[in-house]
């Protein structure tokens, strides 16, 4: 099982066996949790994130089928979103405070109980989540995609390119937490999308991937961070775990500058070609494969 297009299949049939791998994972991994919760939702959520980068190659074909769809992988992911952020923040806390416990002992302490929390909050996810992935595989593996065309797809990766790129311009215009995240999730579904694409001509596109990946984890390491910082913004702390939430603040925007300085650096090159231009090359890489293909 690979998140690849394979030799001599179609847009259509390598896409719809993509969707069912997807979902199969997902579903395998809902059924037999790891010991670690955390694992087991991240995991989870990661192959729904595939699965949505992947629908959207076909969004122009299944029109409102598609889009009916992704709201369906949406509210299974929502299912655990509250345990994965609890997790999430946990877990960016403990990288920060490094090897020495004592270094934010109270606020791990308070984030520790909240992802105790919420995982008894939401321990029968699993349960919600399988049928209805089980479903949405039996709704997709009969979708009229036969019409599918490369022509399609190019369309639809170029357009993943280009809300990037207008993402990217928002950032380096409002540099604002908010603006940041909405580009990661343009450069995440881009990086997923190339990975699919990737057969088409492996030097470059694994170049292309590889740095839409760096980016990606760029962004989502910002994200953590603000996502953490932004959780005690309105509590009301004790004094204790109020000077703990300073110094915490003043590491985290130190590292922020830090990330914000290098991923904007990243992203004017990565984001440099015009948004035709590298259409065009996509199409060039199709149109290569497909003769290849049928020689």
């Not at 259509?12 to 939702?41: K, M, N, W």
């Not at 606020?107 to 949405?136: C, G, H, M, T, V």
Request: hydrophobic letters at 40%; one cysteine or more.
């Amino acid at each position: 099982m690979s998140y690849r297009l394979k030799p001599r299949e179609s847009p259509s049939q390598g896409l719809q066996r993509i969707f069912c791998e997807e979902i199969d994972t997902a579903l395998r991994i809902c059924r037999h949790p790891a010991r670690e919760r955390g694992e087991t939702v991240h995991e989870t959520r990661k192959h729904l994130k595939k699965l949505r980068a992947a629908l959207d190659l076909v969004a122009a074909e299944a029109g409102k089928a598609a889009t009916r769809e992704d709201r369906c992988v949406r509210h299974i992911a929502k299912l655990v979103s509250d345990l994965r952020d609890a997790h999430v923040r946990l877990q960016t806390l403990i990288e920060l405070r490094g090897n020495d416990a004592k270094n934010f002992a109270q606020l791990e302490n308070f984030l520790s109980i909240e992802r105790e929390s919420f995982a008894a909050a939401f321990s029968d996810w699993q349960k919600q989540a399988i049928p209805d992935l089980e479903q949405l595989r039996y709704r997709l593996v009969d979708w009229p995609l036969e019409d599918l065309t490369w022509k399609t797809v190019c369309r639809a990766i170029a357009e993943s390119y280009r809300n990037g790129r207008d993402a990217l311009a928002r950032a380096l215009k409002k540099r604002s937490a908010k603006c940041m995240h909405a580009w990661r999730k343009e450069v995440k579904q881009l990086w997923y999308q190339l990975r699919l694409l990737t057969p088409l001509n492996r030097i470059v596109l694994e170049k292309i991937s590889s740095d839409a990946k760096t980016l990606g984890q760029l962004l989502g390491r910002d994200h953590d961070y603000a996502f953490l910082l932004q959780r005690f913004d309105d509590e009301q702390l004790d004094p204790e775990l109020e000077n703990e939430r300073s110094d915490l603040e003043k590491l985290i925007r130190k590292r922020r500058r830090r990330l914000e300085r290098n991923a904007l650096e990243l992203g004017r090159r990565f984001y440099a070609e015009p948004p035709k231009a590298f259409a065009k090359r996509i199409s060039i890489f199709i149109d290569a494969w497909v003769s290849k293909k049928s020689g």
